[in-house]
């Protein structure tokens, strides 16, 4: 899956990594968001059914987003602030 951004494409850019690959972002975007868009394709797999997510519900209900990020440990993508120079990892 892959975000487009309709709107608010002009904010400050921030940089973060995805399993060790660069993504680029948008101060603002939450960490879902940012990594959606910024290309990555999927989240971790489903627990139950292995197979890629990319998130649900959007609004931290779902459960389907969790993260590892260093310095926060496991988070809910689209319940976490992006910010520039994240290390994420899929789980
Ligand atoms: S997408 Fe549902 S909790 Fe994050």
């Given at each position: 899956?892959r975000?487009?951004?309709?709107?608010?494409?002009?904010?400050?850019?921030i940089a973060?990594?995805?399993?060790?690959?660069?993504?680029?972002?948008?101060?603002?975007?939450?960490?879902?968001?940012?990594?959606?868009a910024?290309?990555?394709?999927?989240?971790?797999p489903?627990l139950f059914a292995q197979?890629?997510?990319?998130?649900?519900?959007?609004?931290?209900?779902?459960?389907?987003?969790?993260?590892?990020?260093?310095?926060?440990?496991?988070?809910?993508?689209c319940?976490?602030?992006?910010?520039?120079?994240?290390?994420?990892?899929?789980?």
């Amino acid at each position: 899956m892959r975000l487009k951004r309709l709107r608010d494409a002009g904010r400050a850019p921030i940089a973060l990594t995805l399993d060790g690959a660069p993504v680029s972002a948008q101060d603002g975007d939450t960490l879902l968001t940012a990594l959606l868009a910024g290309g990555a394709g999927h989240l971790s797999p489903n627990l139950f059914a292995q197979e890629p997510r990319a998130g649900f519900c959007h609004m931290g209900a779902c459960q389907d987003c969790w993260v590892a990020v260093d310095g926060l440990g496991r988070v809910r993508a689209c319940a976490t602030p992006a910010a520039d120079g994240m290390v994420v990892r899929r789980l």
